[in-house]
C-alpha cells in the first residue's frame, strides 16, 4: 500500500497510509478548486489539512479513522478485481441533488471516467440533477425502489418527511466540532445504509458523497448573531430538523429549493436563507445577501443509491468494479474535503460577505434549549416516540449521544450525559 501511495502522491488518487503530506496536490478536475489559482489552492489545502494557529482546526482525524481504513479495503487497490465481462452495455443515469456543489463535479470528473475506464466502457455514469429533471427531492428514494431513477444522491433532509429516521444524519446543532460530526456520521453509516436498503425496496447503497463546507449559515441583508435578531424573520429552510431549528429561535420556517434561495432573498420574499456555506458560495448568495450568521458546525454526506433490479442486472465483476471504483471515489472526497472546509467560509468572505458569529449566549441558548426541546423533540414527534422509532433512538443514544453529550429516555425527555467520544471526551 505504500507504493501505491506514493505512485499518487500530490494529486487525484493519492491516498493516507502515514504520510497526510502525500494528500496535498490539486483536484481531479480545475472547477474543483472554486475558482481558486492551483498554487493557492494547494497552499490553502496544506494550511487546512494541519491547522492554522488561532483555533483553525486541522482535518488529520478523517485519515486516521477507523473508517478511512475501511475504504482503503474496499477500494482493493493492492488486487483490484478483474475485468471478466465483455459485450455488456449499462448506462445509468445518476441524479444529483445540485449541479453547483463539489461532489456533482468529482462525480462526473473522477468516479464516472474512472468506472468507464475500469469496465472498457460496459459501464456508464450520466450525470443530471433534480432541477433538470424537474424534481425535488423529497420522493427521491421512492423513485429509486420503483425504477423510475436508475440511482441518485439522496439527502436525508429532502426524505425526512415521509421518512423521519434517516433524519439521525441531520440533526442540526447537536456536534459541536468538524471531528465529533465526522466521526459520529461514520459511526451511524452502517445504520443509515440499511435503513435506506428497507426504504429503497432493496435498493443498494453503492457509496457516500462527503461534503466538507456544509456548516449551516444564515445568509441574509441584516446580521443575525443572537436570539433576537432571528425573532419574527421569515428564513429559508431545506428540512423538517432546520425548520425545528428556526422556530426554537423564534423565527419563521419558509420552505425553498437551493435553487429558489436567491431569488428569494432577491425579493425579500425572506429574510435569510439557512444553507451550507459551500452553497451559498456556489448559488452567489453575496449578491443577494450582506451577512451571514452561524454557524451549525457539520460534517456531511449524502448517499448514492442504485434500482435494485437494475443492480441485480450487471455481472458480479462489474458490480465489485463499481463498488471498488466508488470507494476511490469516497477517498477522494476526503482527500479534498479540508480545503472545501476552509473555503467555504473564506471564498463567501473575500466575495464581501460579512460574517457575523453566533454570540456565546446564543450558541448557550442553541445548547441548552433549541436543540433538545425543539431539534430533537420535534424529530421524536415525527417518529412517533415512543410508540416507533425505538431502534433510531437506540442508534442515536449508542453512537450520537457520546460525543453529543445528549441522551434520549424512554418517554422522550432529554438529558445531558457525560461526553466520552470524540475531542470534547472527558477523561
Known amino acids: 500500500m505504500a507504493g501505491y501511495a506514493a505512485e ?12 497526510a503530506s502525500q494528500l496535498i496536490g490539486p483536484p481531479p478536475h480545475e472547477s474543483l478548486r472554486l475558482d481558486f489559482p492551483e498554487n493557492a ?8 489539512l494541519y491547522g492554522l494557529p488561532g483555533g483553525v482546526p486541522g482535518h488529520t482525524f478523517i485519515y486516521e479513522s477507523d473508517y478511512y ?12 478485481t478483474e475485468l471478466r465481462s465483455s459485450g455488456e452495455s449499462f448506462e445509468i443515469q445518476h441524479v444529483c441533488l445540485n449541479r453547483n456543489v ?40 421512492d423513485q429509486v425502489a420503483d425504477g423510475s431513477l436508475d440511482m441518485t444522491e439522496v439527502f436525508t433532509g429532502y426524505v425526512s418527511r415521509d421518512y423521519p429516521a434517516l433524519e439521525l444524519l441531520s440533526l442540526y446543532g447537536v456536534a459541536r466540532d468538524w471531528e465529533s460530526s465526522y466521526l459520529m456520521l461514520t459511526e451511524i453509516a452502517p445504520d443509515v445504509d440499511r435503513m435506506m436498503r428497507d426504504i429503497g425496496g432493496g435498493g443498494y447503497v453503492l457509496n457516500r458523497n462527503w461534503a466538507a463546507g456544509y456548516d449551516q449559515w444564515f445568509f441574509g441583508r441584516e446580521p443575525l448573531p ?7 424573520r421569515k428564513i429559508r429552510t431545506h428540512s423538517a430538523s432546520m425548520s425545528d431549528f428556526i422556530r426554537g429561535m423564534g423565527a419563521e420556517p419558509v420552505g425553498l429549493s437551493a435553487a429558489e434561495m436567491y431569488a428569494a432573498l432577491q425579493t425579500e ?55 471498488e471504483e466508488g470507494a476511490k471515489a469516497e477517498l477522494e ?27 456565546e449566549d446564543t450558541l448557550r441558548y442553541i445548547d441548552e434549549v433549541v436543540v433538545p426541546e425543539h431539534v430533537l423533540s420535534g424529530w421524536l414527534l415525527r417518529l412517533g416516540y415512543p410508540d416507533s422509532g425505538q431502534e433510531v433512538v437506540d442508534i442515536f443514544n449508542e453512537k ?24 470534547r471526551a472527558q477523561q
Open 400 to 423: 450520537v449521544g457520546p460525543y453529543s453529550g445528549l441522551r434520549i429516555n424512554a418517554k422522550g425527555s432529554i438529558e445531558r450525559v457525560v461526553v466520552t467520544r470524540g475531542p
Open 226 to 232: 443572537t436570539t433576537a435578531d432571528f425573532r419574527g
Open 41 to 48: 489552492y494547494i497552499q490553502i489545502s496544506a494550511a487546512a
Open 69 to 80: 481504513q475501511g475504504l482503503l479495503d474496499h477500494a482493493n487497490l493492492a488486487n483490484p
Open 333 to 359: 472526497a476526503l482527500r479534498l474535503a479540508p480545503f472545501q472546509n476552509f473555503v467555504a467560509l473564506e471564498g463567501n468572505k473575500q466575495a464581501g460577505l460579512k460574517v457575523r458569529s453566533f454570540t
Open 269 to 323: 420574499a425572506v429574510d435569510a436563507a439557512a444553507t451550507a456555506a459551500m452553497l451559498g458560495l456556489t448559488q452567489r448568495l453575496s449578491e443577494v445577501a450582506d451577512f451571514m450568521a452561524g454557524p451549525l458546525v457539520r460534517f456531511s454526506y449524502t448517499t448514492n443509491v442504485i434500482n435494485r433490479d437494475l443492480w441485480e442486472e450487471i455481472p458480479p465483476d462489474l458490480q465489485q468494479i463499481m463498488i
Open 102 to 141: 463539489p461532489n456533482c463535479a468529482l462525480i462526473e470528473s473522477y468516479w464516472a471516467p474512472n468506472l468507464a475506464a475500469r469496465t472498457n466502457g460496459q459501464v456508464h455514469l450520466s450525470v443530471t440533477s433534480l432541477s433538470e429533471l424537474g424534481l425535488a427531492g423529497s420522493e427521491t428514494l
Open 8 to 19: 499518487r502522491a500530490g494529486g487525484p488518487g493519492a491516498i493516507f497510509v502515514g504520510d
